[in-house]
């Protein structure tokens, strides 16, 4: 390598240092600064934000939980990407342009984001299955997709699955028992009625136990098929509880009166006469109850000290 080429390689080498002085020396530190809120009730909001720099360097901090303030100086101008993120809110990010100054300067940018209330509704799916199976729908397809995305985003997020069935089958199963239980009883006065002295009366009959809700396979099924799609998510069987929703009780019908037979007396006349049974009023239909399918609520909420 002779001294001419050598003497240019130097000379680049300086130049090239020489910009990058002059360059930094242009750039004076910035304080981006400002408050972190509710959108809803402007409360002051504490959370984890990650400021991302045009260099690709990622700067944590945490915003205060006493007044939402927070503050951090920055050495580079340019376009930062902002992100409110945590296990308090809805992953928030925006873009925060950093002018070239050669003084130092304050950048104010305020952050309204949604925070996460436990046990508020994410979403809710009528008919995410086909009727009594485990088989999703396209609608319970797409909630499923939409939470995964929902989730991916929102890496500290905790949510819990509530699913239900079609009917309630329970019920039905209740009332047999207790028909049956009330045969037995009616034939058990009837027969003790007619035990004469010295005999041994009939044992008095106990009602069976309430059945085994029929609807439970049916849901561990579906519980099986979500836990399969959602299995992508990550630490999703520690983030995702999912929970049986029971139909409510049902209220026992009013027993219809029954047909009494009534006598009028007859104008004018001395005798009386039965008059006709009064109609029995027909049963009015049981009420039919039915529950979405899925519904999927914020689960527990932790705080930034957890």
Do not use: C
Request: proline share 6%.
């Amino acid at each position: 390598m002779n001294t001419f080429r050598v003497s240019n390689i130097v000379s680049t080498i300086i130049g090239l240092l020489a910009l990058s002085v002059v360059a930094t020396a242009q750039q004076a530190n910035l304080n981006l600064e400002g408050f972190v809120r509710d959108e809803v009730t402007g409360a002051p909001v504490g959370a984890k934000m990650y400021i991302f720099t045009p260099s690709g360097k990622r700067i944590s901090i945490n915003s205060n939980s006493k007044d939402g303030s927070y503050l951090q100086t920055l050495a580079e101008s340019g376009p930062h990407k902002v992100a409110v993120a945590g296990y308090n809110v809805y992953r928030k990010e925006e873009v925060v342009n950093i002018p070239a100054s050669e003084k130092f300067k304050i950048i104010k940018q305020d952050f309204l984001v949604k925070t996460l209330v436990q046990g508020s509704e994410v979403s809710t799916t009528a008919l995410a299955f086909e009727r009594n199976s485990g088989m999703l729908t396209a609608q319970g397809v797409k909630t499923l997709t939409d939470l995964s995305a929902l989730l991916k985003t929102n890496q500290a997020m905790n949510v819990v699955m509530s699913i239900a069935a079609d009917e309630d089958r329970l019920a039905a199963a209740k009332a047999a028992v207790d028909a049956t239980y009330k045969r037995e009883y009616d034939a058990w006065v009837k027969a003790s009625k007619k035990v004469k002295k010295g005999q041994t009366p009939p044992v008095e009959p106990v009602r069976a136990a309430d059945p085994e809700d029929p609807n439970k396979a049916l849901i561990q099924e579906r519980i099986d098929t979500l836990k399969a799609r959602m299995r992508p998510v990550k630490n999703g069987d520690v983030r995702i509880k999912y929970v049986y929703e029971p139909f409510p009780v049902q209220q026992v019908q009013d027993v219809a009166p029954a047909v009494v037979a009534s006598t009028t007396a007859v104008k004018g006349g001395k005798n009386k006469k039965a008059a006709a049974p009064k109609a029995t009023p027909a049963p009015k239909p049981a009420k039919v109850v039915t529950l979405p399918q899925i519904v999927i609520r914020v689960g527990v909420v932790k705080d930034l000290m957890d």
